[in-house]
């Protein structure tokens, strides 16, 4: 499946900034031998684990920096009056960035807490506020989904979502997203990851010329090592 979405220099820039900053953390893994099966239910040779950003500043820094570009670039400089994060892993990145555009933050529970005041989102803010959504990533965007329901019955609106990097090769990954009138953003997906790991020469040639096979058909890959196959 090749990669279609048009992108300006600049997002292309963050793109691959952002691409080196997860291989040189090793949040990047390539494991076509033993796939990964995604909460989605996709087998993929590659996985990402944007929680390791935590532990690197300068890393954490710079993402978060990218991050709040894209939000002022298509969301608006005025257009926002809090940043939520889901529960856990949206958390971190719904601090830095909020800190860094000096707005509200929140976070979202995946199920209200079952005591006291049964919350599901923490934090204070007022009916009609504009809420945007940073995440850590999406494969298939199903959890964003249950994260913007749960914003919207507590009265925020919200249209607008963004993570640090977007699996990018499954049938309809944004649809139930758009279906409910919500866009998602996001700094860089497995291809720009190929591209800085052929630049650079990293990893086996064979684990290289697998994740391009999966990358080119993901549908059948997974299909093929025990995964979904529609």
Not at 43 to 51: E, I, L, N
Not at 61 to 74: C, G, N, T
Not at 158 to 173: E, K, W
Request: with cysteine; net charge negative.
């Amino acid at each position: 499946m090749a990669q279609t979405v048009s992108r300006t220099p600049e997002q292309k820039q963050a793109a691959l900034t952002t691409a080196r900053i997860l291989l040189e953390i090793k949040a990047v893994n390539f494991r076509p031998e033993e796939p990964y099966i995604l909460t989605s239910g996709w087998a993929s040779p590659v996985y990402v684990d944007c929680r390791k950003v935590i532990s690197f500043p300068r890393a954490r820094a710079k993402i978060s920096e990218l991050m709040s570009a894209a939000i002022l670039r298509e969301v608006g400089y005025e257009s926002s009056d809090a940043i939520a994060g889901g529960e856990t892993a949206g958390i971190p990145y719904a601090a830095w960035v909020s800190d860094r555009l000096a707005l509200p933050m929140l976070y979202i529970r995946k199920k209200p807490k079952g005591f006291g005041r049964n919350a599901q989102i923490e934090g204070d803010f007022k009916d009609g506020d504009r809420v945007v959504l940073v995440e850590d990533l999406a494969s298939d965007g199903a959890s964003k989904v249950n994260f913007v329901n749960a914003l919207r019955q507590a009265g925020a609106k919200v249209d607008h979502s963004f993570v640090v990097f977007f699996y990018g090769v499954f049938p309809g990954a944004l649809k139930s997203l758009e279906e409910i009138g919500v866009s998602m953003g996001y700094l860089c997906n497995w291809w720009d990851v190929l591209e800085v790991v052929e630049e650079e020469g990293q990893f086996d040639r064979r684990a290289v010329e697998e994740v391009r096979s999966f990358l080119h058909d993901p549908v059948q890959w997974s299909g093929l090592h025990g995964g979904r196959k529609e």
